[in-house]
């Protein structure tokens, strides 16, 4: 059973930091694009930072470079999305997705993503 735990949203005011965790179980986890995404109200997803388990590589959308880093701690499974320098614009609900890419590059289409967490919601004010 695959299961994506998100945790670590919450309220700060524009400039603060938060840090996001997914945690995610029952899956191979060792060749797998991990990825944050998020949805403002009356917005479409967007994806924000992915990184590919196997070989570590990031990417980040370009809303959210040197302010964001996304990192993993393969023992538990875990990414990490750290978040800095918060802007109000950064308001939305963050989910994170994954699937198996088989050791390949990895992308943001979300037709691509196999399993999702319910989200945590992230407000900057």
């Known amino acids: 059973h695959v299961q994506l735990v998100e945790s670590g949203g919450g309220s700060v005011q524009a400039g603060g930091s938060l840090r996001l965790s997914c945690a995610a179980s029952g899956y191979t986890y060792n060749r797998n694009c991990m990825a944050w995404f998020r949805q403002a109200p009356g917005k479409e997803r967007e994806g924000v930072a992915r990184?590919?388990?196997?070989?570590?590589?990031?990417y980040y959308a370009d809303s959210v470079k040197v302010r964001f880093t996304i990192s993993q701690d393969n023992a538990s499974k875990t990414v990490v999305l750290q978040m800095n320098s918060l802007k109000p614009e950064d308001t939305a609900m963050y989910y994170c997705?994954?699937?198996?890419?088989?050791?390949?590059?990895?992308?943001?289409?979300?037709?691509?993503?196999?399993?999702w967490g319910p989200g945590t919601q992230v407000t900057v004010s």
């Open positions: 990184i590919a388990t196997g070989s570590g590589n990031t």
């Open positions: 997705g994954i699937y198996d890419a088989y050791g390949g590059r990895c992308s943001f289409r979300e037709d691509f993503y196999d399993y």
